[in-house]
């Protein structure tokens, strides 16, 4: 295990520096695994008001990854 390549401190401050205004930050339990994407996605509209996602190389959500960008458009 190579660990981690920066501590989650360190990639917020590098969101903060790339001008990221706002950033939430969801806990990851055995509830948000079991989620599906829709639903997960749903919830974090609902709670946070969220208009616009942005993910990285590779990004999936939800149960089994399911959730990949072409499905969340």
Do not use: Q, W, Y
């Not at 590098?14 to 205004?21: C, D, L, R, W, Y």
């Not at 996605?41 to 959730?67: P, Q, S, T, W, Y």
């Amino acid at each position: 295990f190579l660990g981690r390549l920066c501590t989650p401190e360190d990639k917020l401050a590098a969101i903060v520096a790339a001008g990221v205004e706002r950033t939430v930050v969801v806990p990851f339990d055995r509830g948000v695994a079991a989620m599906s994407p829709e639903a997960f996605i749903g919830d974090l509209a609902a709670r946070e008001g969220i208009v616009h996602l942005m993910v990285g190389e590779d990004f999936a959500l939800g149960k089994n990854r399911a959730g990949d960008p072409a499905r969340l458009a």
